[in-house]
């Protein structure tokens, strides 16, 4: 599908990003890893034999998904290649972000997501404390909702054309977190041609700009947001705000 030239502008700027880590930076550090791009989801509605009645509560924490069938994304309409159904490294050059370096290979199977279905996924990850996060997303065509714990994120994520490590970066406050069991739980979104669908997810790469803007904590941890680090290359600390504040404001 044809990409809008804001879409090639935002592809040359991740380039530039990385130069520019790579040159004044040196090597990135590695961030702590609560899941990985291979992880295993809990997941229905991906394909016509995986197709049931999906409850309202869905996305609640506490859901009992032990129903729904278990697979290992990446979730794709190729999943003996899932490859060839993302798009090139290259076209945003942070693929290797989450690791502190060269990023591992797309894996090489998946789980079978049907064109035209809109399945909906959980996983759940362990956190040892009130964390900070970062959640890096690669997906195709979209996504129609997200909640973590149960508090949406939001409404949507579109990824026209193709899915791309890492085209969607989110940074989420460790007000929405707790110690113990968390559950992030999504509706996915494909209206034709292929499918692709991962994620990783991040200690908190960067104190800015977290993605649930419009959503107050739960009441439990309903505290004041923590002030924001100094920051030493504002230019760069800039484009990393505004490519997230693209994201959450095309909700």
Wanted: aromatic residues 10%; glycine residues 8%.
């Amino acid at each position: 599908m044809h990409r809008t030239s804001s879409t090639t502008t935002r592809h040359v700027l991740y380039a530039l990003l990385a130069l520019s880590l790579s040159g004044v930076t040196g090597a990135a550090s590695a961030l702590n890893i609560y899941f990985d791009q291979n992880a295993t989801w809990r997941y229905v509605n991906a394909t016509a034999s995986t197709t049931q009645v999906v409850p309202a509560n869905w996305l609640a924490a506490d859901f009992d998904d032990s129903g729904w069938f278990s697979g290992n994304a990446p979730f794709t309409s190729n999943p003996a290649n899932p490859a060839s159904t993302f798009g090139s490294d290259a076209s945003f050059g942070n693929a290797g972000a989450p690791y502190g370096g060269i990023a591992p290979a797309i894996p090489a199977s998946g789980t079978l997501w049907s064109v035209n279905y809109d399945p909906f996924v959980r996983i759940a990850f362990d956190l040892a404390a009130p964390t900070a996060l970062t959640l890096w997303l690669a997906v195709d065509n979209g996504i129609n909702s997200m909640y973590l714990n149960g508090v949406q994120a939001t409404g949507s994520v579109n990824a026209e054309g193709q899915g791309f490590r890492w085209e969607h970066v989110f940074d989420i406050s460790a007000d929405y977190t707790h110690a113990g069991t968390n559950v992030l739980a999504m509706q996915l979104e494909d209206h034709g041609g292929s499918t692709a669908f991962m994620a990783v997810l991040t200690s908190d790469d960067t104190a800015q700009n977290p993605v649930f803007t419009t959503n107050p904590p739960p009441p439990a941890r309903d505290v004041p947001e923590p002030a924001g680090l100094g920051l030493v290359l504002a230019g760069l600390a800039g484009f990393r705000r505004v490519r997230r504040t693209r994201d959450s404001a095309a909700v």
